[in-house]
């Protein structure tokens, strides 16, 4: 019976749905090796330690706080030192990271101080015999690999969305931890976190997303697709590489190959043709609708669901009747 | 300044990948292989902070095969100034021993900058730049879609999920550089030439020990055929009635 580390991220105060989603895989894993304790970490600016109860909910049995000042924006080199402290003195078996922006900076960090290896961006987590099994997408996700690793501790990313919420809750008894090294003497400081519009949901936890590409014909005409997108209420927007390339969209919008890779349950492709670049980044998506003017364009293969026709008769038409579904329902 | 920067000879995409003997590698016979695709982002960044800064010094770095040498040329004729090849003829699946490769011939170079790409489209790891600074102790910034180096420090911005961070750093420093930052150039005929007579050093690499193993491969499962539910806004109603009560989507 081994304990499991899972870092659980946060921002701005709040433990994010990344940090909940690796406290639940680390509640998995725990389970599945003989059901040892799972040990939360959080770090951030004093207050953090009221976010323990939400990690307790979804399975943290210990809920490590590091709070300080200067950790009320991500500080990678101390949070990794201190995190790195901690999985050296708990004698884990594993720990989980997320598979984000913050988590796969951390994680790299904290395997090389630890010379522990790390399967990066797992989609599903087993344990087989002494090993653990992370199922991870390769060569953009044609080919699903399975990384095993036996040593202990084992470092895995959980890729956002991948793990339902764990719903047995743990003690979640409260324990202070102190930063390893100093957070204000950090080589690299965030200076500024710039906060994306608050009112749109981020494209890895949309349950909907509305992308557009190049049949849109210019940035105005994107208008389209946010109202489409607002009128599911849930709904992200996303564009193609193309798109983003001409600077109609910022390239934090880019779904594809080298940008982002999302598994809504539905999404809605606009004026995309499909290219491979972008099906890399959406072919996992749950439902997928396409609207193309051209019935050959290699989205339709991809789809559950198509129109062929104009996308500035058909989305309109589209927006009116989700919001006049969405109302009766 | 002397500037680095770590590419890796990658499979081009637009393939039907097929599942080797082994069961836990991609057929390799008649896949074409090109600098993978952050790093040419990757190398077009250093090539833009060497011309900023005359009198720079730029070397590429890969760990691969022999044929990896061919992703080095291309790097040479785009401007880069000299190339090393870690020869490996297999990559290990444990992104760690392949940083402790790239860690022990960048020890001691004296770089202010190594630029990796932030990750391979291959492996899809995203790990092996943050593991080389971690092992040369060095400020690291991943992920950067706008940098700005002067005067021996530098700011970057890397995107998260729904927000963006501003960053400060002091040289020497790691950076990885995402999508967005610039746009690689075309190797001129010039370049081409003037690549075959730059050095290119071979030596054999130094892997670290293995800790992560690929056990299986698969191709994914095939999306079922979807259908055309029809022309035009006429279809739009039966769209939405087949996403409520078939998919349950909305």
New interface residues.
């Given amino acids: 019976m081994a304990n499991v580390f899972a870092f659980a991220e946060s921002?701005g105060g709040e433990v994010?749905k990344?940090g909940l989603e690796a406290v639940s895989a680390a509640r998995q894993l725990a389970e599945q090796t003989g059901g040892g304790e799972v040990h939360a970490l959080v770090a951030g600016a004093p207050g953090i330690a009221a976010q323990a109860e939400r990690l307790a909910a979804v399975g943290a049995d210990v809920v490590l706080v590091v709070e300080h000042p200067e950790l009320a924006?991500?500080n990678?080199?101390a949070v990794?030192a201190t995190v790195a402290d901690r999985i050296r003195q708990g004698g884990y078996r594993a720990a989980v990271f997320s598979a984000?922006?913050?988590g796969?900076?951390l994680?790299?960090?904290v395997?090389?101080?630890l010379?522990?290896?790390?399967?990066?961006?797992a989609i599903a987590l087993a344990v087989d015999g002494d090993a653990i099994?992370v199922r991870?997408?390769?060569?953009?996700?044609?080919?699903?690999?399975?990384?095993?690793?036996?040593?202990s501790p084992a470092l895995v990313s959980v890729r956002?969305g991948a793990i339902p919420l764990g719903t047995t809750a743990g003690a979640g008894r409260v324990e202070a931890v102190a930063p390893t090294t100093d957070p204000a003497a950090g080589?690299?400081?965030?200076?500024?976190?710039?906060?994306?519009n608050?009112s749109?949901?981020?494209?890895?936890?949309a349950p909907?997303i509305v992308a557009g590409g190049r049949g849109l014909k210019s940035a105005d005409n994107f208008a389209l697709v946010e109202r489409l997108a607002q009128a599911?209420g849930n709904a992200a927007v996303g564009a193609t590489r193309a798109v983003?390339d001409e600077g109609w969209r910022p390239?934090?919008e880019?779904i594809g190959?080298?940008?982002r890779v999302v598994s809504p349950?539905?999404y809605v492709a606009v004026g995309i043709s499909g290219a491979?670049?972008h099906l890399?980044g959406m072919?996992?998506s749950?439902?997928?609708?396409a609207i193309n003017k051209d019935?050959e364009a290699p989205i339709?293969?991809?789809?559950?669901?198509?129109?062929?026709?104009?996308v500035f008769?058909?989305v309109p038409?589209?927006t009116d009747?989700?919001k006049q579904?969405?109302a009766q329902? | 300044m002397k500037i680095a920067v770590c590419i890796k000879r990658v499979?081009v995409?637009?393939v039907?990948?097929a599942?080797g003997k082994d069961g836990a590698s991609?057929e390799e016979t008649g896949l074409k292989y090109d600098v993978n695709?952050?790093d040419l982002w990757a190398i077009e960044a250093a090539l833009q902070l060497a011309e900023k800064n005359p009198g720079s010094q730029t070397t590429v770095v890969t760990v691969g095969p022999d044929a990896a040498a061919e992703q080095l040329r291309k790097a040479l004729s785009m401007g880069v100034d000299q190339g090393v090849l870690l020869k490996a003829d297999k990559l290990p699946?444990?992104?760690?021993a392949i940083?402790e490769a790239l860690a022990a011939e960048l020890k001691g170079g004296g770089y202010d900058v190594i630029f990796f790409g932030k990750k391979a489209?291959?492996?899809?790891?995203?790990?092996?730049g943050?593991?080389v600074?971690?092992?040369l102790d060095l400020?690291?910034?991943?992920?950067v879609?706008k940098l700005d180096i002067q005067g021996g420090k530098g700011?970057a911005?890397?995107?998260?999920?729904?927000?963006?961070?501003?960053?400060?750093?002091?040289l020497p420093?790691v950076i990885t550089v995402?999508?967005?930052l610039v746009k690689e150039r075309l190797p001129s005929l010039k370049g081409i030439m003037a690549a075959k007579k730059k050095p290119l050093e071979t030596r054999p690499a130094q892997l670290g020990a293995?800790?992560?193993?690929?056990?299986?491969?698969?191709?994914?499962a095939e999306?079922?055929?979807?259908?055309?539910?029809?022309?035009?806004?006429d279809?739009?109603?039966e769209?939405?009635r087949?996403?409520?009560t078939e998919?349950k989507?909305?």
């Fill in positions: 921002r994010r990344a924006q991500y990678a080199e990794a984000t922006s913050q796969k900076d994680s790299p960090r395997a090389a101080k010379r522990a290896p790390l399967a990066p961006d099994v991870h997408p390769m060569y953009t996700g044609k080919v699903i690999g399975s990384l095993r690793v036996s040593a956002l080589r690299v400081r965030v200076v500024e976190l710039k906060e994306g608050t749109t949901v981020d494209l890895g936890e909907v599911f983003t390239h934090s880019q190959q080298t940008g349950e539905l491979i670049q890399a072919r996992t749950k439902t997928i609708v019935k339709f293969k991809v789809a559950d669901y198509g129109i062929v026709g104009d008769e058909v038409a589209l009747a989700v579904a969405r329902g | 499979p995409m637009e039907k990948f599942i991609v695709d952050f699946a444990d992104g760690f940083a489209i291959d492996s899809g790891a995203e790990t092996v943050i593991m600074a971690e092992l400020p690291c910034v991943p992920a879609f700011t911005m890397r995107a998260l999920e729904g927000a963006a961070e501003v960053l400060a750093f002091p420093a995402d999508e967005g293995a800790g992560v193993t690929i056990a299986r491969m698969e191709l994914p999306r079922a055929a979807g259908r055309i539910v029809g022309t035009g806004k279809a739009v109603p769209l939405v087949l996403l409520q998919a989507a909305l």
